[in-house]
T-cell receptor, first 111, second 111 residues
Framework: NAGVTQTPKFRVLKTGQSMTLLCAQD?????MYWYRQDPGMGLRLIHY???????AKGEVPDGYNVSRLKKQNFLLGLESAAPSQTSVYFC??????????FGSGTRLTVV | GESVGLHLPTLSVQEGDNSIINCAYS??????FIWYKQESGKGPQFIID?????DKRQGQRVTVLLNKTVKHLSLQIAATQPGDSAVYFC??????????FGAGTILRVKS
C-alpha cells in the first residue's frame, strides 16, 4: 500500500515549456487535490476532483489544467511554464470522512 | 499563531516541555479542522482532527482545542521531543471536503 505517489520528484523547466505532474493513489479515494506550497505560505489549492471524470478550480487555477480520467490518477498540466510557477506541488487524496493523505511533493523550478 | 507572508512564526521549546501551537481560522461555518505536521522535504502528515461539535480531542501526546466563539484552534504537544521539530499547519474544512490551510508555525525543539 503506497498511499499517494507523485512523479517526478524534481524538475527544472525553461519558461514556455510544458509538463505534466502525475499523482496516483491506491486507497480508492474519491477526492483528489493539487496544492502548491511557496516559502512562508500555507498550501494553496490549484484544482481538485470529487470523482472520476470530474475536475474543479481551486484558489489559484490560472496557468494549470487537470484531468481525472481514472479514479486512481490525477494529472496536473502546465501548458506554458512561467517563473511564477516555481513551487513545490503536493497532491492529496481523501474519502469523505477523513483528512487528506499527501504525496511527498514535486519540486519544480522554472528558469 | 498563524501569519501570512514570508516569515513563519517560530516556537522554540526545550525537550520535554509541553508545546502549544495556535491557529486562528477564518470562517465560522467551518465544520471540521485538522492539524498537519510537515518535516523538511516531506508532504504534510495528519496529526489529529476535530469536528465543530466538539471542543477538545486527545490523541497520543497531542490534544486539539477548539474555541468556536473566537474562531481559535490550538495544538498541544506533551513532552515535546526532537522528532517533533517541523512546521505545523492547521486546516479548516469549509464545505465540499475542501481544506483551507494556514501559513504554518515552525516548532524547534532544543535538546
Amino acid at each position: 500500500n503506497a498511499g499517494v505517489t507523485q512523479t517526478p520528484k524534481f524538475r527544472v523547466l525553461k519558461t514556455g515549456q510544458s509538463m505534466t505532474l502525475l499523482c496516483a493513489q491506491d486507497m480508492n479515494h474519491e477526492y483528489m487535490y493539487w496544492y502548491r506550497q511557496d516559502p512562508g505560505m500555507g498550501l494553496r489549492l490549484i484544482h481538485y476532483s470529487v470523482g472520476e471524470g470530474t475536475t474543479a478550480k481551486g484558489e489559484v487555477p490560472d496557468g494549470y489544467n487537470v484531468s481525472r480520467l481514472k479514479k486512481q490518477n490525477f494529472l496536473l498540466g502546465l501548458e506554458s511554464a512561467a517563473p511564477s510557477q516555481t513551487s513545490v506541488y503536493f497532491c492529496a487524496s481523501s474519502d469523505s470522512n477523513y483528512g487528506y493523505t499527501f504525496g511527498s511533493g514535486t519540486r519544480l523550478t522554472v528558469v | 499563531g498563524e501569519s501570512v507572508g514570508l516569515h513563519l512564526p517560530t516556537l522554540s521549546v526545550q525537550e520535554g516541555d509541553n508545546s502549544i501551537i495556535n491557529c486562528a481560522y477564518s470562517n465560522s461555518a467551518s465544520d471540521y479542522f485538522i492539524w498537519y505536521k510537515q518535516e523538511s522535504g516531506k508532504g504534510p502528515q495528519f496529526i489529529i482532527d476535530i469536528r465543530s461539535n466538539m471542543d477538545k480531542r486527545q490523541g497520543q501526546r497531542v490534544t486539539v482545542l477548539l474555541n468556536k466563539t473566537v474562531k481559535h484552534l490550538s495544538l498541544q504537544i506533551a513532552a515535546t521531543q526532537p522528532g517533533d521539530s517541523a512546521v505545523y499547519f492547521c486546516a479548516e474544512n469549509l464545505y465540499g471536503n475542501k481544506l483551507v490551510f494556514g501559513a504554518g508555525t515552525i516548532l524547534r525543539v532544543k535538546s
